[in-house]
Every structure is written in structure tokens, then in C-alpha cells.
């Protein structure tokens, strides 16, 4: 099994450029989420899916969106990025929506982004 | 309101000595879920344990070990005879409403 798969491991975005960071699992989670963690912070949530079409706003959700169109996918946009945008972004998947398993939530390995 | 606090930013120890971990939470929910996460200096999240609020049994493996007290609602966590790989930052997470709340993480740092 492949896990999470997240592409790109680094970026550099000028400010106001778009992107796309993508993230696939191949275990069949229904949860899906993605984070970010700046220097010194634990990691904060962006946005959320419970499942296929079902997506939903975490703590930082500003100037990102998200689709869920399959369980295996979970892209997140930068519609137009700027330089607070600079961070390390993680994906992660878990069974039980949300509440984790004995083995917890499987993470990507992480996009580093800057916006310069 | 839900919450984790990890005060100690950083811990530096030298190599075969205990080092505890320490981690506070808060939370209005009766059933709730504790992990701990190790990131090494490579930048992946690790997953080391889950813990349910029922469950306040001390868990050991290995050279870890883990100390729930609902009662202090803290989760903490103790490497004993550490190592020079176990260098890394930890970190500390309550899960509430789908959402997984972390700590700042705590910088542990072992000597040769």
C-alpha cells in the first residue's frame, strides 16, 4: 500500500498564483483532511471531508478550497496565493470519521510551500 | 472550548537518561481520544498512540511509556533510557467534533 500520497514535496508560488496540491489514499478512508504547520505551532486544520461530496471547513479554511469527487482524492486549491500562505501542508486519512483508529490518522509526507 | 497544551517548547537531555513529555488538555466532551505524533528532524508525522477517555490504564512499549490521569486531564509521555534517534519534536492531540486539535509540540533533543 502506498498510503497517502501527496505531490508536490516543494513549491515556490509568486503571490497571486493558483495552485493545486494534491493528496490520494488507497486504504479506503472515508475521512480525509489536510493541515498546515508553521514553525513553532502544532498543526491546524483547513478543511475537512467525511466522505465522497462532503467536505467542510476547518480552523483555517481562508483562501483554500477543496473538492471530494472520490474516497481516494482530496485536492486542495490555493486560489490566489499569498505570502501568509507560506507553510508545510499535510494531508491525512483515517477510518471512523474523524475519530481515528487504534493506528490513528495516516499523514502524507507533506508539500513545503512558499509564497514569495 | 478544546485545548492542548505542551509547555515545555524544549527538552534537552543527554542519551541514556528519562526524559517525561508533558501534555494538558482541555475539553467539555465526555468521550474523547488522546494521540501523540513524533516528527523527526525528516518532517513525516509518526503516529505512537491513541488513547480513549475511557481507558485510563498506563500504556508501555518498549522504551515509551504513557500516563493518562483524567483527573489532571493530562496524557503524558516518558522515554526512558533515551537514545540519540529518539531526537525529534512531539507532539500532542485531543480529536473533538472531527477535528484534530494539536499541542505546539515539545523539541526533544538527545545528547551523545
Known amino acids: 500500500n502506498a498510503g497517502v500520497t501527496q505531490t508536490p514535496k516543494f513549491q515556490v508560488l509568486k503571490t497571486g498564483q493558483s495552485m493545486t496540491l494534491q493528496c490520494a489514499q488507497d486504504m479506503n478512508h472515508e475521512y480525509m483532511s489536510w493541515y498546515r504547520q508553521d514553525p513553532g505551532m502544532g498543526l491546524r486544520l483547513i478543511h475537512y471531508?467525511?466522505?465522497?461530496?462532503?467536505?467542510d471547513q476547518g480552523e483555517v479554511p481562508n483562501g483554500y478550497n477543496v473538492s471530494r469527487s472520490t474516497t481516494e482524492d482530496f485536492p486542495l486549491r490555493l486560489l490566489s496565493a499569498a505570502p501568509s500562505q507560506t507553510s508545510v501542508y499535510f494531508c491525512?486519512?483515517?477510518?471512523?470519521?474523524?475519530?481515528?483508529?487504534?493506528?490513528?490518522?495516516?499523514f502524507g509526507s507533506g508539500t513545503r510551500l512558499t509564497v514569495v | 472550548a478544546q485545548k492542548v497544551t505542551q509547555a515545555q517548547t524544549e527538552i534537552s537531555v543527554v542519551e541514556k537518561e528519562d526524559v517525561t513529555l508533558d501534555c494538558v488538555y482541555e475539553?467539555?466532551?465526555?468521550?474523547?481520544?488522546l494521540f501523540w505524533y513524533k516528527q523527526p528532524p525528516s518532517g513525516e508525522l509518526v503516529f505512537l498512540i491513541r488513547?480513549?477517555?475511557?481507558d485510563e490504564q498506563n500504556e508501555i512499549s518498549g522504551r515509551y511509556s504513557w500516563n493518562f490521569q483524567k483527573s489532571t486531564s493530562s496524557f503524558n509521555f516518558t522515554i526512558t533510557a533515551s537514545q540519540v534517534v529518539d531526537s525529534a519534536v512531539y507532539f500532542c492531540a485531543l480529536i473533538s467534533n472531527y477535528q484534530l486539535i494539536w499541542g505546539a509540540g515539545t523539541k526533544l533533543i538527545i545528547k551523545p
Open positions: 488513547r480513549n477517555s475511557f
Open positions: 471531508s467525511v466522505g465522497a461530496g462532503i467536505t
Open positions: 491525512a486519512s483515517s477510518y471512523s470519521m474523524g475519530y481515528g483508529t487504534k493506528e490513528g490518522y495516516t
Open positions: 475539553t467539555r466532551d465526555t468521550t474523547y481520544y
